[in-house]
């Protein structure tokens, strides 16, 4: 099965730097990736899905990029706002059963 | 845009009891609906997947028997935790994935549920 690693340390930045959050798996390459943010008490929103094919996405401020050598996908916030502050977490293709493995998320503190 | 509901929000049972949650999609059809369960600081933990009108796949670990899984149509599917235990206490959430996108899933606002 598919082991996925994001670092469980909360990442503290100051308002309008740009947030770098990793997501790292060990197992077999994904036929895409996707990126959630998660609020407390909520459920899961979809940001970005990236496939195996593409090395970066971008949507308005945010950037997905995906190393298929390294096993390894960036989440870039730049212009970071306060209200960015979320867990993130990223999600792989649990290879070709059409579900999801989650990591368990990076918490990301913006301050004013 | 796609919207999922869930409903309870949160609900908190006697131990013993049984606690149905239900999922939703409000404005599209789900050909599949997935359960998830979420323990503080952890990951989405897939339980099962359901497909309309047949039955649920369940994920290695989970009992099929106490975590009771119905998709009665395109927009509703049901999780009914039986004889809930303190350690049955989490966070359910479910989503779904819309007819024609496979690599598509909407989350619902889940449920947390509490177990005394």
């Known amino acids: 099965s598919q082991k996925i690693e994001q670092n469980s340390e909360a990442l503290n930045i100051q308002e309008g730097k740009t947030a770098t959050l990793t997501c790292n798996y060990t197992?077999?390459?994904?036929?895409?990736l996707q990126w959630y943010r998660q609020d407390p008490g909520r459920g899961p929103v979809f940001l970005l899905l990236?496939?195996?094919?593409?090395k970066e996405k971008r949507k308005e401020r945010l950037k997905v990029t995906f190393d298929t050598t390294l096993k390894q996908s960036l989440f870039h916030i730049t212009a970071s706002q306060p209200a960015d502050s979320a867990t993130y977490l990223c999600?792989?293709?649990?290879?070709?059963?059409?579900?999801?493995?989650f990591g368990k998320g990076t918490m990301l503190l913006v301050s004013p | 845009g796609a919207v999922v509901s869930q409903h309870p929000s949160r609900v908190i049972c006697k131990s013993g009891t049984s606690v149905k949650i239900e999922c939703r999609s409000l404005?599209?059809?789900?050909?599949?609906m997935f359960w998830y369960r979420q323990f503080p600081k952890q990951s989405l933990m897939l339980m099962a997947t359901?497909?309309?009108?047949?039955?649920?796949?369940?994920e290695q670990g989970v009992e099929k028997d106490k975590f009771l899984i119905n998709h009665a149509s395109l927009t509703l599917s049901t999780l009914t935790v039986t004889s809930a235990h303190p350690e049955d206490s989490s966070f359910y959430i479910c989503?779904?994935?819309?007819?024609?996108?496979?690599?598509?899933?909407?989350f619902g606002p889940g449920t947390r549920l509490t177990v005394l």
């Open positions: 989503s779904a994935r819309p007819r024609g996108l496979p690599d598509t899933q909407y």
């Open positions: 197992n077999y390459s994904p036929a895409y």
């Open positions: 990236i496939r195996e094919n593409e």
């Open positions: 999600a792989l293709d649990s290879g070709g059963y059409s579900t999801l493995t």
């Open positions: 404005d599209f059809q789900a050909t599949t």
């Open positions: 359901s497909n309309e009108g047949s039955k649920a796949t369940y």
